[in-house]
């Protein structure tokens, strides 16, 4: 039976396991979901067992437990590690789902649920094409499987497993289905994935709330003094202001931004997408370049004071935020975050004090397009699409990729099928029925064609 035939015959299988993941609300960042997480990676073991693979264990640490599993076929063959993640970002707010979001329900060709794209959808078609290349007998390479449970807090204890663990997760590729292409029809592979600093700030004024009426105009006021602060890291340009952020930023050379250019996009589009009459960011940079190539600085959230119904005139003791930074080649996140807090501190007004909270970081990272694993996967995405795909920049940080090349000295692919528009770590996040698919038949021809360039 071709691969073909046998993911047909198996379709409605293999998105009824799925379902049985999503609907597991495996929420790593709130410890009320703590037996929900483990359920899942339990769940997922099984799932890899019932494929075929051997060794399959919870690998402990000091968080969640790491699935791993493997099938060597013959030590001869090349190795694939598959990476990806069974945790998923929390729901909230649920009302404005428009389904449960851990009851999977299929609208228009979408699979609308939480973790749907990001990763369980994409981590999962890698299950079902190492089944499919099982039961067809066309598995060409070994294989092994690393599917932690901490994606979305950071992956604290991965580095640690992976440097305790080389010789067991020894591999000749990494490859990783948690990015996205630019359509159904217009395939592509990142080859640049952006680093993060990630942090929490926190000002205080006076020692508890005032009364504003008694107190306003002559008190500092943290919130107003927050904003002000956080309005003074963009100038006119939208250009960050931090002393010494872009000295290591590795520019982006005129041939490479050519390329990038040639990505179709339309802007009109994308602003009726998202709702919004204007697109913002970097002057001199287009919409792509912003997204992919140059460092950021966003406020994640930001509260303080009284929140609750009607009114409460006071002036609030303190204020907070979360602000993330997207960082580009070259930039390292502990030396971003170093400047970030010394510049903050800096700037904080007498009548306040400061903190600054580091939270989680990563490296960027740039995967090489001459490789063989990367003509493999290009070669695989020209048999099922019918096109070649275009290698582009993701906005998005995976830390875990430079993490793979600094302990296990391995490249990665990242060979993804989302889609901007699936609202991954939004409500009402989606995946295509069809890129689910696409990813289950797309797989095992990266193997045929690793294996066979690695043999050439």
Known sequence: MSTLSYIESNRERFLEELFALLRIPSISADSAYAQDVRACAERLAQFLKDAGAENVVLEETAGYPIVYGDKIIDPALPTVLVYGHYDVQPSVPNELWNTPPFEPTIIDGKIYARGACDDKGQMFMHVKAFETMMQTQSLACNIKFMIEGEEEVGSSNLGI??????????????LISDTGMIANDV??????LRGLSYVEVEVTGPRIDLHSGVYGGAVANPINVLCDMISSMHDENRHITIPGFYDKVLETSAADREALA??????????AHLDIDAVM????????????????????G???????????????????AKISMRLVPNQVSD???????????SIAPAGVRVKVTPHH???PALTPTDSVAFRAAAAAMKDTFGKEPIPTR??????IVALFEKELETKTVLMGFGLDSDAIHSPNEHYGVFNYFKGIETIPQFFKHFAALNNA
């Open 361 to 363: 970081g990563g490296e």
């Open 161 to 174: 497993y992976c440097k305790s663990n080389k010789e067991k997760l020894k591999a000749d590729v990494i």
């Open 302 to 320: 930001i509260w303080g004071g009284y929140i609750g119904e009607g009114a409460k005139t006071v002036l609030p003791s303190k204020a907070y």
């Open 262 to 271: 040639r990505i179709p996009f339309n802007e009109n589009e994308y602003r």
């Open 187 to 192: 395939p592509s592979i990142d080859v640049g």
């Open 335 to 345: 030396e971003i975050t170093e400047l970030f807090q010394k510049h903050f501190e």
């Open 281 to 300: 960011g970097e002057k001199g940079f287009s919409t792509i370049e912003r997204t992919g190539i140059r460092p950021t600085l966003d406020v994640n």
């Open 394 to 399: 993701g906005g998005g940080s995976i830390p």
